[in-house]
């Protein structure tokens, strides 16, 4: 008798776990969701280290704004010139 209520108790215990992980899945996949819609206007990729120009304050990812200035010193949005100084790392 005591066994099957014990039973009974941990299998509650586990019913919650599992809806709190099912909580932390839907959680992250809503994160995913929002962080895909961050991408670079460039490359298409999702940042991964965002950088943006305090001259045209467009964001891409630093290897874009590094071959977009060794090409031609130019914002890829927005054609701006952009030197290397006004490149800022964002945190999000
Ligand atoms: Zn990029
Ligand atoms: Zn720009």
């Known amino acids: 008798m005591r066994g099957r209520l014990e039973a009974a108790a941990t299998a509650g215990r586990e019913r919650e776990h599992a809806q709190q992980l099912s909580g932390k899945e839907a959680q992250l996949s809503a994160l995913e969701r929002e962080t895909s819609r961050c991408r670079c206007g ?34 890829p949005q927005c054609s701006a010139l952009v030197a290397s100084d006004d490149l800022n790392a964002i945190h999000v």
Do not use: F, K, M
């Not at 990729?45 to 130019?74: E, F, I, K």
């Open 42 to 75: 460039s490359c298409g990729q999702t940042y991964r280290q965002p950088l943006v120009s305090t001259h045209c304050w467009h964001v891409h990812c630093a290897q874009c704004w590094h071959t977009a200035l060794a090409a031609d010193g130019r914002c």
